[in-house]
């Protein structure tokens, strides 16, 4: 299996060897629930994997769902083992690539990405604005979204219903380095 | 033929992007493995989180074998309050009061070890650290009646291991202590082992029981205490519903002077209702 990886690995990066890839671990994911409902619930992860291929307009997100940390311990409880069941799927991913390639990254673009996002076992296409620009050989990227907890098989009980929004805006933060 | 190729290569190329950042799982402590601090009556390993105040109220009715009279136990009731707060993490103290014996406690628990997703330690162990104030008048007013002899303690080393999402085990060396006992037969320590556990029924309703074997009773009249129960969790309360052969809802009374046997009946229904404050 690893030599596979490893011939398979080779192969590309040989094909590749021109890409022009940035990178990160450390990428934030920050969310808020509608304001208007009872329990604000937000929460931060800065354990996120970022992947952007500047050659071809690849971009790939990894998110470890038990990283996301709540000002509320119970809240982070209930958030892993009653809403997004962390233990049966711990990761949630984003692929995709840019709608236009982003033409002069020496100032701030906006462009577009599309792509899957998986997240709670379920596919959804998402069409996604990013801010994108590069900042002494780092890449810096920005985007803000709003998920709908329904599109994603993530249900809230009747009991906190008209306590708990369906609403999520999700905001993300990244500088990625060349590798 | 080149389309297919050009396809199947970007979306190879995107593996490859996945590849490149690895399946390092974040080797978090495991959390939730028990809705509540206590499975039924012993303590679990979980305690307060820092900055939470836990108030439990707790019921144990009369044995239901007492007949229509006392509709089956209701009529009778025994209470226990408590308030229990995270002073870190993994730290928290407690008062209580129980109207059984009215007993006082006092008591600290700590989390020593937690349990790992991945690598790390398979099991949680927290101790816990009790004392009981009983506040009855004194029997014999005559006498010289000392304030020690009110005083009895529990020392135990609760060990769980979540095993999986549903189920959770535990098992807990206890230890207890009384300054005074009531007659030369009995002994002022003893030991226990404490088995317990729980199994979730849905992602908010777990089916829970427990044992606590008692090593060395010279006493004929009591018995191990065994109890089943369910607990719902419904946002910030847990609500505790149980079966037991004990009356006493603190340890000493629980694991040492248990006087009900479930083969004849003898038998409690109670609650633990538990609210959480994040102050």
Same mark, same amino acid.
């Given at each position: 299996?690893?030599k ?15 890409a022009?890839?940035?990178m ?14 009872? @329990? ?11 992947v ?13 769902? &038990?990283?996301?940390?709540f ?17 049966i ?5 984003f &692929? ?7 033409e ?18 379920? *596919?959804? @296409?998402?069409?996604?604005?990013? &801010?994108? *620009?590069? *900042? ?22 009747? %009991?906190?219903?008209?306590k708990?929004a ?10 990625l380095?060349? %590798? | ?7 199947t ?14 399946? $390092? ?11 509540g ?8 390993? #979980? ?5 939470d ?30 308030? $229990? ?8 103290v ?5 109207s ?10 700590? /989390? +020593?070890?937690?349990? /790992? ?23 014999d007013p005559?006498?010289?009646? +000392? ?15 979540k ?26 320590d003893?030991m ?10 849905? /992602?908010?309703v777990?089916?829970?029981a427990?044992?606590?074997y008692?090593?060395?009773?010279? #006493? ?5 205490? +065994?109890s089943?129960?369910?607990?719902? #969790? ?5 609500f505790?519903?149980h079966?037991?052969n004990?009356q ?17 009946? $003898? ?10 404050? $994040?102050?």
């Amino acid at each position: 299996m690893m030599k596979k990886l490893f011939l398979i690995l080779l192969l590309f990066s040989v094909g590749q060897l021109m890409a022009q890839r940035y990178m990160t671990r450390n990428a934030e994911v920050y969310f808020l629930s509608d304001m208007d409902a009872i @329990e604000v619930v937000e929460a931060t992860n800065n354990q996120v994997g970022a992947v952007i291929d500047l050659t071809n307009g690849d971009i790939a997100f990894q998110i470890q769902m &038990r990283a996301f940390h709540f000002e509320i311990a119970l809240m982070e409880e209930h958030f892993n083992e009653n809403y997004v069941e962390s233990e049966i799927y711990p990761k949630a991913t984003f &692929r995709g690539g840019f709608v236009e390639m982003p033409e002069n990254l020496d100032q701030e673009n906006k462009v577009m990405v599309k792509g899957i996002m998986e997240f709670h076992g379920v *596919q959804k @296409e998402m069409v996604i604005p990013v &801010r994108l *620009q590069m *900042q002494d050989e780092v890449l810096v990227g920005e985007s803000g979204f709003v998920l709908l907890c329904s599109d994603f098989g993530i249900k809230i009980p009747k %009991i906190v219903a008209d306590k708990l929004a369906n609403e999520i805006q999700v905001t993300v933060k990244a500088a990625l380095t060349k %590798i | 033929m080149l389309s297919i190729y050009i396809v199947t290569s970007s979306l190879f190329a995107q593996d490859n992007l996945f590849s490149l950042l690895g399946d $390092d799982e974040t080797n978090e402590e495991v959390y939730a493995t028990f809705k509540g601090t206590r499975v039924i009556n012993g303590q679990s390993i #979980e305690l307060p989180a820092k900055g939470d105040l836990q108030f439990v109220i707790e019921h144990r009715f009369g044995t239901i074998n007492s007949g229509a009279y006392e509709l089956w136990g209701i009529d009778q009731s025994t209470m226990r309050m408590s308030l $229990d707060y995270g002073v870190c993490d993994g730290f928290s103290v407690g008062l209580a009061r129980n109207s059984f014996q009215k007993t006082f406690e006092a008591s600290a628990k700590a /989390k +020593l070890l937690k349990q /790992k997703v991945a690598d790390g330690s398979p099991v949680s162990i927290t101790s816990y650290h009790v004392v009981f104030v009983n506040s009855l008048r004194w029997l014999d007013p005559e006498r010289e009646n +000392l304030f020690s002899s009110r005083l009895s303690y529990a020392h135990q080393f609760m060990i769980a291991r979540k095993v999986n999402r549903s189920l959770s085990l535990q098992i807990t060396p206890s230890y207890i202590h009384r300054n005074l006992v009531e007659t030369t037969a009995m002994n002022n320590d003893y030991m226990a082992l404490g088995f317990g556990g729980r199994y979730k029924l849905s /992602k908010r309703v777990s089916i829970n029981a427990e044992y606590f074997y008692q090593f060395n009773r010279p #006493e004929e009249d009591f018995t191990n205490s +065994l109890s089943i129960g369910f607990d719902i #969790e419904t946002g910030g309360h847990v609500f505790q519903l149980h079966l037991t052969n004990s009356q006493g809802m603190f340890e000493r009374a629980f694991i040492g002077e248990t006087t009900g046997k479930w083969s004849q009946g $003898d038998i409690y229904f109670g609650f633990n209702i538990s609210r959480l404050f $994040d102050l």
